[in-house]
């Protein structure tokens, strides 16, 4: 299993409207795509307007194979047009891939 950590800074002031997308948008076309998130954070204390989350992957290979099918997914198109109609509200987005430790609870 590998996790994929995705840090979004968010556009100041569109921090609420990035968690409504992943709420009311995104979750829902993981799910037809069989995207798998572990877990969403934002920072208690820390860089303000950041969304911080985890994917579960089987493999890279499947990663490789999902990931840019449900980016050219047309609705994702649409409602990420829809949703930035106002501006967009990603500033930066940073990802790692991570592989557990073999004494890691999470495998």
Do not use: C
């Not at 985890?54 to 099918?69: D, I, N």
């Not at 047309?74 to 047009?81: A, I, L, T, Y």
């Not at 501006?87 to 609870?105: D, F, H, K, M, Q």
Request: hydrophobic share 40%; glycine share 2%; net charge neutral.
């Amino acid at each position: 299993m590998l996790y994929e950590l995705r840090i979004y800074d968010a556009v100041p002031g569109r921090l609420a409207a990035l968690n409504e997308r992943f709420a009311n948008v995104t979750l829902s076309l993981w799910k037809k795509h069989d995207i798998r998130p572990v877990a969403f954070w934002t920072e208690e204390m820390g860089t303000s307007n950041r969304l911080v989350y985890l994917l579960a992957w089987e493999s890279l290979a499947e990663r490789e194979q999902k990931w840019p099918v449900f980016q050219s997914d047309p609705e994702w198109q649409q409602k990420r047009v829809e949703t930035e109609k106002e501006g967009p509200l990603v500033a930066r987005v940073e990802n790692r891939i991570l592989r557990p430790t073999s004494y890691s609870p999470l495998q």
